[in-house]
């Protein structure tokens, strides 16, 4: 077989696999909490145009929830309180704690990513000043009712009654993150083309890029531990499914299991490019819905800001 066959192969069954991910979570959209008002604050959100700001607090909004959970697994402790304040209604966090990690090299991606995602959050609060939104009430616990457990059961990788605890160990711990990184790549790249100021496009960029780096990290990581423990490739499909079919019709989203002959690292269209997400997409997913909704999954009260409803039935 030559390479350009190898590669139309490559292409065929990246497109077998779009195929099979639709309707895989719909269920999972009807039984989730419908917040009042939502048809209201629908029409209001559409016809306003985001400011800056407003996007800068959206991704805010999106790091103090990556933070918290690397910080409680890393340190056994959230953010430092200085960083909880701001407008709209300060939360606290349920769940949380230190991971006994026995993989040296885990732990040690683990402690830079935190530092990381903390900087991020340092950054943009800075950024914003006196209009930086105050951290909102966020779940990163293991309650069998909980956003963790509520993901996992909708992926198919616990039953009914049965909770997920990414913090039990390192495998489990990867498999948290890897809930998150993904989408946050897709997040600030579908948000970069909306932000008007150079400064804080050029600030997007450089965040999206970190971002990036740690999806990899978290992707290679598993990939390699797969090769030993396939369940672990498999973990990533079924949440991979499960993020695709809560955020629309379109394909964006991809696990870690081989395509062809090649590795699948690296999430990305037919054109090696990474994939977007709007904002009301990226708010389907962390909320754990996909209709238009203003609260739930990671983030029980929503999210903080102007931005804070889902797209409906996954449109953007």
Do not use: C, W
């Not at 629908?42 to 991704?59: C, V």
């Not at 530092?115 to 959050?121: M, N, Q, R």
């Not at 948000?191 to 992707?219: C, D, F, M, S, W």
């Amino acid at each position: 077989m030559t390479d350009q066959d190898e590669m139309l192969e490559m292409l065929e069954l990246r497109a077998k696999r779009r195929e099979e991910r639709r309707g895989f979570f719909r269920a999972f959209g009807a039984a989730a909490i419908v917040a009042g008002g939502a048809a209201a604050f629908a029409s209001a959100a559409e016809a306003a145009t985001p400011t800056d700001a407003d996007i800068l607090n959206f991704a805010l909004n999106l790091e103090y929830l990556e933070a918290q959970f690397y910080s409680y697994a890393v340190n056994g402790t959230g953010l430092a309180a200085n960083l909880l304040t701001g407008t709209g209604t300060q939360g606290s966090v349920t769940g949380g704690r230190k991971v006994a990690f026995t993989d040296p090299a885990v732990a040690a991606y683990a402690k830079e990513i935190a530092g990381d995602e903390i900087a991020h959050v340092t950054f943009l609060r800075t950024a914003l000043g006196s209009a930086a939104v105050a951290m909102p009430a966020i779940d990163v616990g293991t309650d069998p009712n909980g956003a963790f457990s509520s993901a996992a059961r909708a992926a198919g990788l616990i039953g009914p009654g049965q909770s997920f605890d990414p913090y039990a160990s390192d495998e489990n711990f990867l498999l948290g993150a890897f809930i998150f990184e993904d989408v946050g790549v897709t997040a600030y790249k579908g948000a970069a083309p909306l932000i008007t100021n150079k400064t804080y496009t050029e600030a997007a960029a450089g965040i999206l890029a970190v971002e990036a780096y740690h999806a990899a990290i978290v992707r290679t990581t598993l990939y390699a531990k797969g090769i030993q423990t396939p369940a672990l490739v498999d973990a990533t499909e079924a949440i991979s499914k499960a993020r695709d079919s809560l955020d629309g019709p379109s394909d964006d989203d991809q696990g870690i299991a081989n395509i062809g002959a090649a590795s699948n690292i690296v999430p990305l269209d037919q054109n090696g490019i990474a994939f977007s997400r709007s904002t009301g997409q990226v708010l389907n997913i962390v909320y754990l819905n996909n209709m238009a909704v203003s609260r739930g999954g990671f983030f029980p009260n929503g999210v903080n800001g102007t931005i804070n409803l889902s797209a409906a039935s996954g449109a953007a």
